[in-house]
């Protein structure tokens, strides 16, 4: 609905003709010249390419994480950012449920062994009798909480900003003292300088010996080296990841078979994507009003800036 006034105002439309993840470089040849918004995903939108999109007003990010834009190179040239914090919440919670039934159960690992011509039931674990320890109790960390508190888990809980009151069956501690203690360590933490490589080697060794980690969040939040060191070793028993330091991954985590890896897909639900690109196109029209490209009755104001 969002696109079709968009073009019946004289706006261009133009979609990523990569298909895939935009280099720096792409996103710079993109959004020169006349663009003045733009539906972003996870490309890095960097002071450079701030710098060369002279028309460039608005950015409406389809997801929740905005650390791959400069968000003070946008505000420095006056770009008004957008993002859909609430539409990847369900998806990516099931996601994360689904990747520790997936680890504790063999599910990945047995479906492999019998595409390769090996029938082997794998003895595996209750999610009821462990200890699940989230790292950030954000939009997603509660919704993860809430799920689990159905699988009769334990559940605890570090964040920066706690809740006053601890909410029902979540217990709160130091990162520290959860690592410690977690059958089961999951991450919801947004990426940022301060927690890049969060869980380095040394915060894996002071993980419980025979634990699982789980990344929906960001990549950069694990040192997948180190991770890959815990597993070889056996300190880790397993570990699930959607996200990576460097997509599409090729690294050697592939090649330990109680991993289980995903595309980066968290979000990727029909209903939730259907969602996040709806109240995005809505975003990045309220944001041209913001701007005074559109009026609120309709009409362009600035009609040599036609192109999304």
Not at 144 to 166: H, N, T, Y
Request: glycine fraction near 8%.
């Amino acid at each position: 609905m969002e696109f079709k006034r968009l073009r019946e105002l004289g706006y261009e439309i133009h979609t990523n003709p990569y298909r895939r993840k935009l280099t720096e470089q792409e996103v710079q040849s993109l959004v020169q010249d006349d663009v003045v918004a733009m539906i972003a995903g996870v490309e890095p939108l960097t002071r450079d390419v701030f710098s060369k999109a002279s028309k460039l007003k608005v950015i409406s990010r389809c997801g929740m994480g905005l650390d791959s834009i400069d968000l003070a190179a946008a505000e420095e040239y006056g770009v008004l950012v957008y993002n859909t914090p609430d539409a990847p919440v369900q998806a990516v919670a099931e996601l994360t449920l689904g990747m520790m039934l997936s680890l504790l159960r063999h599910i990945a690992r047995a479906d492999r062994g019998i595409r390769a011509g090996h029938w082997r039931a794998h003895m595996g674990g209750l999610l009821a009798a462990r200890i699940v320890g989230l790292v950030g109790y954000g939009r997603i960390g509660r919704k993860v909480a809430e799920l689990l508190r159905g699988f009769q888990a334990r559940i605890l809980a570090c964040d920066k900003s706690p809740p006053a009151v601890s909410p029902p069956g979540v217990t709160f501690c130091d990162l520290e003292s959860l690592l410690a203690v977690s059958d089961i360590v999951s991450l919801h933490v947004p990426y940022e300088p301060a927690t890049r490589h969060l869980i380095d080697a040394r915060r894996l060794g002071m993980m419980k010996a025979g634990a699982m980690l789980i990344n929906t969040s960001r990549g950069g939040l694990i040192d997948e080296s180190a991770l890959y060191e815990a597993l070889r070793d056996g300190h880790l028993a397993g570990a699930a990841l959607d996200t990576f330091d460097n997509e599409p991954y090729r690294g050697p985590l592939i090649g330990i078979e109680q991993v289980v890896l995903t595309a980066h897909m968290g979000s990727y639900a029909e209903e939730s994507r259907a969602r996040m690109e709806k109240e995005a196109a809505a975003n990045l029209l309220a944001g041209l009003v913001a701007k005074r490209l559109i009026v609120q009755e309709g009409e362009c104001i600035d009609t040599q800036a036609t192109k999304l």
